[in-house]
């Protein structure tokens, strides 16, 4: 075809489409189907888009654009082949490239995968300016879109436009412009956010090198928790993986995610250091790494390492250097100050995991010599007292939930259960609720009942439709939000009548 758009670095191939409607001035979706795909039936899809031979065959010959070149350069497909292995990889290429109706998000983990998908195409106000003053033109690129980042490592935090990703307008290409995607100002966002989003840029550039199996990922990760001082005998300690992360990334920003390790055996961190039976998304491999290895670990390097060796995970010498003597003061004097205030097991549990999870490598002999000198034996009184603690560090740890969840309008219902489960010692809390009492009134007052639960439901639908500017009766509301009138509680009821007036 002549004049069919060359992508942009970075752009999804659903852009380029979009852009030659844009520029061949066609207004109908079906007519630009036909135009591109001779097929009025194929679904726009952002992330994992099919017939990429088909439109890698639009081009004149000369360019040499291929599929496969397309599919690692203009798709989100580099996020998913390095965790699948080879087998689901080479069938991912075949769905994606072939002109067929295909599963690719079944193949690739995303239907399954707990991270929930951004429900909008995002933007960065920055980017779009950029893009613009230096072609004339926008375009959607791919690290926007990529679920468990909300940030552009350069801008800040990236914001949604009224564009759904699936479901609605299924047909419809449409491209990047401020009219759709207003320039507004960017708040800075996290740095853990920009850490991810740097990262998932090396991912995404990151073509062509050989997949390893779930198996030798496995087998990696039991590796490096032995290198790291992470076992006993053969039994790798999930408490100290456990501080290690959760002391790199903070308890709110992966309790965020929906990704908080958990006490529970099925944990997804547990299971990611033992054999693999599945495989993992890219932001669960990503939280360990960069919580396990130093600062400037290269994920090309790591994967060769994976592939390559097939028991052992040799880490490369500045990933293991040990600290030298000033960093090591660093941490006694703040393991020390910390036994000191917590004790040396309340201390782990209140934001010293990762001092401990650093020494217990580093310096193990000194860390257990002060333990011991700082360790009480517990009598009647203390034990009473140790109760009074867990209460009120597990009521912090709570609120901290509470909080960070508070706007995640998607999550489930915030029962007792739901936050019983997102701590780390929720067998202990469960049984023991009579000895404590502020745990009891955090979860009379704050646990989300039925009815609270269907009104942030339908809140969710009104908020997505008044976004896409539609409106809905009242059974598509109901619907939409999962409900039906023989369930619908009286608050509700009333919350519909009153506020969404339907
Ligand atoms: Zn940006």
Redesign the pocket.
Known sequence: MLGFPLPYSDELLYSVIARHGVHSGIVSPKELLQEVFGDTKVIATSDLPGHLKQIAALYPHAIGRTSIELLYNHTLFPLYAPFIGERRRKQLVYQLTENIRNSAHVTAGVAASRIKQPEYLRY?P??MQAQYSRYGECYWQRVWQVAGTND?A??GVLQSSPIHRHDMHRHQYQAACFKICPVTEQQAGCWQGRLIASSIEALLNCSLVPVPELVQWGDWYQQLAIEQGFCRGKQIQHELVRDKVVGFWSLEWLASLDLLPQSRESCWLKSIFRKHRKAFSYLQHLIVLHAFLEPGWCFTEVMQQVVSSKHSAKVTPSQLAVSDNTQLDKYRNRWLSAVRRYGTKQARENGFGDVYARLYRHDRHWLIAINHQHSVKPDKHQTRLDWRRRDSDTVRELIQLRDATEQKLLLPRRSMNWYLAQLQHKATIEKNLKHLPLCRLFFDRYCENIEQYQIRRITRTAIRLAIADETAKRWQMLRLSGLSEDRLTEWARTFLKEVIGI
């Open positions: 960065c920055g980017c552009c350069v801008h």
